[in-house]
């Protein structure tokens, strides 16, 4: 059974920092490219980074590629994301996403306001 477990969402001060990890199961996690996406109060889900299998590789989007930063332990099957210097607009709920396979955990809270 496929499961992708978030966990380190919260709530922080603007200026404040967190650090989602997604443990994964299931599948075998080093032969895969992840992501994370988030879904602000409101709006679509939209995507925030992504790397490749290896973790060589990344992607984030230009509101966050400064600030926040993707990377995996493939020992350990999990996703990280560092997020430093958060603002109220980083508000969402995040999702760890297997691209390839479309597999979604369950998302967890980041609340950033003071």
């Known amino acids: 059974q496929v499961q992708l477990v978030e966990s380190g969402g919260g709530s922080v001060q603007p200026g404040g920092s967190l650090t989602l990890s997604c443990v994964a199961s299931?599948?075998?996690?080093?032969?895969?490219?992840m992501s994370w996406y988030r879904q602000p109060p409101g709006k679509e889900r939209e995507l925030v980074c992504t790397?490749?299998?290896?973790?060589?590789?990344?992607y984030c989007t230009d509101i966050v590629k400064d600030r926040f930063t993707i990377s995996r332990n493939n020992n350990k099957s999990t996703l990280y994301l560092q997020m430093n210097s958060l603002k109220p607009e980083d508000t969402a709920v995040y999702y760890c996403?297997?691209?390839?396979?479309?597999?979604w955990g369950r998302g967890i809270q980041v609340t950033v306001s003071s």
């Open positions: 299931g599948f075998a996690f080093s032969n895969h490219a």
């Open positions: 996403n297997n691209p390839g396979r479309n597999y």
């Open positions: 790397l490749n299998k290896n973790g060589e590789s990344t």
